[in-house]
């Protein structure tokens, strides 16, 4: 984010990213749907789990603008309460699939051809391997703690990263910058740090704004199945299999969490894609 | 090429093994044993269960048991379902799972790949906004959202099928549907993106310019290249859906594979854990397999290189 010179990459990206106005609406919605979940809850006067066993389940109306659930809670508030845990879970996933995934294939990369080939040959046996029974074991050893679901998720999703950061790798490393820095006595860290790092930086952007969507996705499947963030608490996974398991009777418990999710994985994957465009420059040509 | 096929077969086989190896580290790792849902089971019996599902080996041997009986065909019979061998519980699984996969690998394929190919040859004109646009959706609507509103709809409200249940011959059709439509959308970007780089190319001119009709340039010079990507993405996805999606199999309540990928892990079921990871590893590989193969049959540029 050099602001040095309005030449610099950073700075056209960001140009190129304003100049689409389909994309500007979905970071506009990104940025509504993030401040609604943050201090929406504020502004409500109900709380997450205050039940109301009067009311029970009621259709929107002024007073529950979304309606409300069997136990009388406030759905809207929910709703924004939940999306702060999905969010929150695909935040923190994505920063863990992309610290190991960056941190591996920068080293299967860069540590010669024998290190790489058994570095690589594992990935490929984890992509054989059946994700859910995966997330499941971690989250039965783990516990069904919040701090940990990410770790499990994060733990699972980083395998792409680690193979394009690693692609990346091997057309950077014998470019002659590098070999200069050899030459100059550079070691193996400072040359991973200091020279890779920096170039494959786009790519991980690019690549870890398409995992957020993905990785709560993840987290609603965990959810869904019961997995996941536990009750009383709610994500949007958890609303949404709660309102599948009554839509017959109260179908507002499905559609509002479904909207919320949908209209969330919708803006996050136009900004990616944006991204993609705006950063990679084989695509501009396309 | 039969160099190529043996290689691939043994890398395979490698997959397989390490699938295995790691399912079996992790499952020890967790704490728990298949007993432990069974209360106040006197000593001796408990030893002696423990003896008779070979837990009280040593790792080494128990990992080594798990290879031996699952490369010569010889399955474990479930700790959590007496009397039934792992394998016939996927044998009775899989036919659900692999009915409604192949439905809507079939679906996915009808709708995704003529959207796809649509949107590539009149870029930027109405049918191509509407393609990726839908596309873009069908991205972001997640199973567990279009399951349910599907049952409802088709379901409970106008009854042409089953809202859930595997009792009559057309209940595979919501589920299916649902994960259809949804991976009809991945299949038509990458229709839509292979055919429109093909397109660009310098050997498509080269064809234009011997007047060769927009039929034939689509059909025969295009097609083929233009599939690749389809295909790399089919090879897992394949695989997947035949293994049953769990979350479809859970809002359907069909008697799949899926609920058996959770209860395993869930209720410690060794034996059928390791199977359903084993049995999901080699559908991965023999899937990928076959992609590996087409993909050199079509494209001359990559071979039966080992």
Redesign the interface.
């Known amino acids: 984010m050099s602001q040095a010179s309005s030449q610099s990459p950073w700075h056209k990206a960001w140009q190129s990213l304003v100049r689409n106005p389909l994309t500007v609406a979905a970071m506009l919605m990104l940025v509504v749907l993030i401040l609604l979940c943050c201090i929406g809850p504020c502004f409500s006067p109900y709380g997450p789990n205050d039940q109301d066993l009067e009311l029970r389940a009621t259709s929107p109306s002024l007073a529950h603008w979304l309606g409300t659930d069997p136990l009388g809670r406030d759905l809207a508030t929910r709703i924004l309460h939940g999306g702060r845990i999905s969010m929150l879970v695909g935040l923190l996933a994505t920063a863990v699939a992309s610290i190991i995934g960056v941190g591996y294939g920068l080293i299967a990369g860069l540590a010669g051809k024998r290190m790489d080939a058994v570095m690589m040959r594992v990935v490929d046996v984890l992509y054989a391997f059946p994700f859910i029974t995966f997330v499941i074991i971690l989250v039965v050893i783990f516990g069904r703690e919040f701090w940990l679901i990410f770790i499990a998720i994060g733990a699972v999703e980083w395998l792409t990263m680690a193979r394009v950061v690693r692609g990346q790798v091997l057309t950077l490393k014998d470019l002659e910058y590098v070999q200069a820095a050899r030459a100059c006595g550079a070691g193996f860290w400072h040359i991973l740090g200091k020279h890779m790092l920096p170039n494959v930086m786009g790519s991980v952007i690019i690549y870890a704004s398409l995992t957020v969507p993905g990785v709560m996705m993840l987290e609603a499947t965990l959810s869904f199945l019961g997995l996941g963030i536990q009750p009383p608490d709610a994500s949007w996974g958890v609303l949404i299999s709660e309102g599948a398991a009554s839509m017959a009777a109260y179908p507002w418990m499905l559609i509002g969490p479904s909207v919320f999710f949908s209209a969330t994985l919708l803006a996050l994957n136009l900004v990616g894609d944006a991204l993609r465009d705006a950063l990679d420059p084989k695509s501009v040509r396309q | 090429m039969v160099r190529f096929i043996f290689s691939r077969l043994l ?1 395979g086989f ?3 093994l ?2 295995l190896c ?2 079996f580290g ?2 020890k ?4 044993s298949p007993l432990q849902s069974e209360r106040n089971i006197p000593e001796h019996i408990r030893v002696q269960r423990m003896a008779m599902s070979g837990l009280d080996q040593p790792l080494p041997v128990q990992l080594w048991r798990y290879i031996v009986s699952f490369a010569t065909f010889d399955f474990p019979v479930s700790a959590k379902t007496p009397g039934r061998g792992v394998d016939e519980i996927i044998a009775q699984g899989f036919p659900v799972s692999a009915q409604v996969g192949l439905a809507a690998l079939l679906i996915a394929l009808a709708l995704g790949i003529p959207m796809g190919a649509l949107a590539a040859l009149r870029p930027n004109s109405l049918e191509d906004r509407v393609s990726t646009v839908a596309a ?2 069908g ?4 199973s ?2 279009l ?3 599907l ?2 709809v088709f379901g ?1 409200k106008l009854r042409w099928f089953n809202a859930s249940g595997w009792y009559d011959a057309d209940d595979w059709v919501l589920p299916a549907m649902t994960l259809g439509i949804i991976y009809s959308a991945y299949i038509a970007r990458l229709t839509r993106g292979g055919l ?2 093909t397109l660009a190319q310098e050997f498509i001119r080269t064809a234009r310019a011997k007047g060769a009709s927009e039929a034939a340039i689509v059909f025969r010079h295009s097609f083929k290249l233009a599939c690749l990507p389809v295909l790399n993405f089919l090879g ?1 996805t394949a695989a997947g859906l035949m ?1 049953g999606s ?2 479809t199999e ?2 359907f309540q069909l008697p799949g594979l899926g609920q058996h ?2 209860g ?3 209720n410690r079921d060794y034996d059928l ?1 390791m199977a ?2 084993v049995f ?2 080699a559908l ?2 023999g899937f ?1 397999l076959i992609v590996d193969f087409l993909q050199a049959l079509l494209n001359p540029r990559i071979g039966f290189k080992a």
């Open positions: 890398q490698a997959v397989i390490g699938v790691i399912t992790l499952l790792l967790a704490p728990g873009t959706l991205i972001c609507t997640p567990m959202v399951g349910p509103i049952a409802l409970l429109r780089e897992p293994t769990i979350i859970t809002v990928f959770v395993a892990a869930v854990a359903t990871a999901y590893a991965i590989v990928n």
